[in-house]
């Protein structure tokens, strides 16, 4: 018998003494962090309250409690019961039964009509039918994205399984360690933004944290051959955790799998739909200029299939001495600040990723209120003694300022954005504009991503902020689904008609013009002063965006299926209105490490460049009198 199998004995047998007599217990096995107990009588514990509830305490793990097959009645009788038990209100899509763990998807417009007050309706459910009920939510605007991955993990259930077994019995094997210590390695990201990755080891565990490109500097990769990373090969780590979705800190992952890895990813549920949308674009835009891209399609498929998704302050084992909680980082959709709880209390680290601190119309801004926290690893993107941005009303006005004057010239407004976070924010700006008056009503063209990235951000209104949540899922007011956004779904030949036409507002991919449609808006507007091209995010040093908000007026554009590079005239004016980014400036970064609790004994400033790291390295030394770092890449800090 292994080692595995001997743990899962006890834990049974541990099981069945804090369960009633009269409820057998077939068999428990470990699914990824959780512990699965499979029992006839499903139904009778959830009649009773506290049983699940008291394992979960005494086992210190997550229990998810399944009915054997025997106790299942069938398919079409259940059907019948949950159609009948469930309001008509709730909007029911779709019930998908899985015979292998006795589960029922429900699908619905309004899941809480499915889930009932309290859990009242779920448990019914389960009473009566035997299956164990799961609630998804129909996403108010149509999204591919979320229908390929849900229809991919479901043809993939049993390779899945399998792989949640199998991380399982990693998760819980016995700790044979007699050191005791923590270190992190910088991979990337520091002194520099993007190719964000790090390496957080124990003598148990090894932990990657993120593994990003760098912006318009192709083939800068984070270092993971050395061997403090992957040189002993890709599963020599535990986990991957990811802390969002965005490309500088996604887009190498499924090179990973490309070399043979074969462990999970945790990230929240919106970043790993957000991951899959990103780096398959990644790819397309790639092929489109030429550039071999660094694996393919189906590495994609393999990082979604083995990712398992976290909700924000859920307590999940990782590693058999390390435990995760994820929260929310203000900074896009599913966006998390990831604490790492080492041992037995033994140390705690936090991993801000990109943070916003403010709220801002789209998101809560960042938690940064943690149990216990020794080290923080913390972003500094806007991290220069002169990094403070507008507040978010200044920077508003400035925007419809700038976009009355370009419609008084007839000239059309070209703002490239990122299609995850940004793109939102100003949707929701100019959607109110509008109906104001304050800005004059007129198409808002949504080119690359965008649109389907909107669709994400509906599928989960639970992640954004309150106000607008209620406006999507209660009020019947959804603005993403506002007139005057439309979708260029036309190729070259519909932009060179919104060119010719009226005014218009052109929100487009990139946010730092590293490619993709704005390249074409570019070649069809720059040439005209009545245009306008406005910056509302950060622009890395290298990138085409970073050269053009600093006044060049000619740009190269690569070509690579024809001899030479095409010169592009930039004649259209440019602006820049802060306020608008997804990152904390310089005194949200300060107020974030002043109001932490309890604050932290040291810190890392990674992701910016040298003057931003520096800068607030030092300024917090000096507030705050803590231990500050700005570490280069490759360097190893031990922490105990």
Known sequence: MSTADETLEKIKAQV??????????????????????????????????????????TLRKRINVRPTADALIPQKEARAKIEETIPEDAGVQNLDFDDATGEVFIEAEKPGRVIGRHGETLDQIAASVGWTPEVVRTPPMESSTVSN????????????????????????????????????TTLGCCREVGRASFILSTPESRILI????????????????VPEALAAGPNSIDAVVLTHAHLDHSALIPILFKYGYDGPIYTTAPTRDLMGLLQLDYLDVAAKEGRAPPY??????????????????????IAPDIKLTMHNAGHILGSAVCHFHIGEGRYNVAFSGDIHY???????????????????????TYGGKNDYQTDQAD?????????????????????????????????????????????????????????????????????????LRNRILYEDDNPFLAEQFQQVDGGEEMRQDIVDEEPAIILTTSGMVTGGPVMSWLRLLGGDPDNTMVFVGYQ???????????????????????????????????ETVDGFSGHADRQGLETFVETMHPRPEKVLCVH??????????????????MRTFNPKNLETFRFV
């Open 210 to 225: 993120d593994c990003g490109d760098k912006p318009g500097a192709e083939g800068e990769v984070p270092y993971l051959q």
């Open 296 to 317: 393919e399609s189906q590495q994609v498929r393999d990082a979604l299939k083995h990712t398992i998704p976290l909700e924000f302050g859920n307590v999940t084992d």
């Open 395 to 467: 920077s508003e006005r400035v925007l419809k300022r700038v976009i009355n004057e370009a419609h008084e010239k007839q000239g059309h407004i070209l703002i490239p954005a990122f299609a995850v976070g940004r793109s939102q924010e100003l949707m929701l700006v100019l959607e109110e504009a509008m109906s104001k008056g304050d800005i004059p009503t007129m198409p808002v063209y949504l080119d690359g991503m965008i649109r389907e990235a909107t669709a994400i951000h509906t599928a989960y209104p639970e992640y954004l902020r309150e106000s």
């Open 16 to 57: 069945e003494e804090e369960t009633p007599d009269d409820i057998t217990i077939s068999s428990v096995t470990f699914e990824g962090p959780e512990l699965v107990i499979y029992t006839p009588d499903a139904k009778e514990i959830a009649n009773r309250d506290g049983i699940v509830r008291n394992l979960a305490q």
């Open 149 to 184: 991955v849900r229809n991919f993990l479901k043809q993939e259930r049993d390779e899945r399984r399998d792989i949640l077994e199998r991380v399982g019995r990693q998760i819980n094997r016995p700790t044979t360690a007699d050191d005791d210590w923590v270190r992190l």
């Open 358 to 380: 403010k709220d801002t119309r789209l998101l809560d801004g960042a938690v940064n209120d943690f149990p216990r926290v020794e080290s923080l690893i913390l972003e500094s």
């Open 540 to 574: 890395a040093e290298g990138t085409l965006g970073r050269q053009i908000q600093r006044g060049q007026d000619e740009i190269s554009m690569s070509d690579k299926s024809g001899p030479r590079a095409e010169r592009v005239s930039l004649k259209l004016g440019v």
């Open 608 to 625: 910016g460049d040298e003057s931003s790291t520096n800068q607030l390295s030092s300024a917090l030394y000096q507030k705050f009198n």
